[in-house]
């Protein structure tokens, strides 16, 4: 299966340990989902192909750089966070995740793969970057809420000229119409949009934003406040 990932990231370099990382992924992945909800996809191939290959196309343009202080955000089973790291392995990467049990999966898959400078905290993002703000050189999210209420719950974490990367589907240009005000009163930018088209996969946007000056305090407002009350 690693076939697929050197077919469609054929500038990647992959070690045997990085492909027995992924297979053991894999394998611990498939085990859990039996005894907790972790993911639909459960064929081995569609795993390669819309988890990991997927997690993985943000390599072609991004360049992460060694020691980087990166948090996944809403990481559910380890997307994008757990797999990048697997072939990114000098990042320091944080977890936020809202539920207990996928945290305790994250806690056990890192070390069922041997990862090293991986955290794991088990909170709301809107609660954590409170107590926490500015941590972080750049915060990545994957299929957790809309841009405008994304960008809000994530404000605070990410450090003044710092980056947000958020993986979104076709729908993304509607999104970003819908909340140019949102990103204004954050004070974020829309610094780039890529694009990615894997038949198997489907399309691939990424959303690249810039932290231009220190986001008001008010924000992030609760999450529920958020959802029925958007800034835009
Ligand atoms: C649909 S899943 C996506 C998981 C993963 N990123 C992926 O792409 O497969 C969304 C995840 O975000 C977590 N989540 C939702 N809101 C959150 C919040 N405010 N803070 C932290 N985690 C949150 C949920 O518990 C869930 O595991």
Sequence with gaps: MIEII?????????????????????????????????????????????????SLLLLKKYHFTDGMLVCDVGSGAGF???VLKIFVPQIRLTIIEALEKRCRFLRNLVQTLSLTNVEIIHDRVEQYSRLHPEQFDLVLTRAVANLSVL?????Q?????????????????????????TFGELNFVLTKTDHEL???IGERYF??????????????????????????
């Design 207 to 232: 959303c690249y934003f810039t932290k231009m000056k220190k986001t008001p305090w008010k924000y992030p407002r609760h999450f529920n406040q958020i959802k029925k009350s958007p800034i835009g």
């Design 6 to 54: 050197k077919k469609h990231l054929p500038e990647l370099t992959i070690t045997t340990q990085q492909a027995e990382q992924l297979q053991k992924y894999y394998q611990y992945l498939i085990e859990q989902n039996a005894l907790m909800n972790l993911t639909t996809i459960t064929n081995e191939e569609e795993v390669y192909y819309k988890h990991f290959l997927d």
């Design 157 to 181: 974490l990410v450090k003044v000229t710092g980056t947000v990367i958020c993986y979104k589907g076709p729908k993304v240009h509607e999104e970003i119409n819908g909340a140019q005000k």
């Design 151 to 155: 960008l809000e719950l994530v404000s």
């Design 198 to 200: 894997v038949t198997e």
């Design 80 to 82: 994008p966070g757990i």
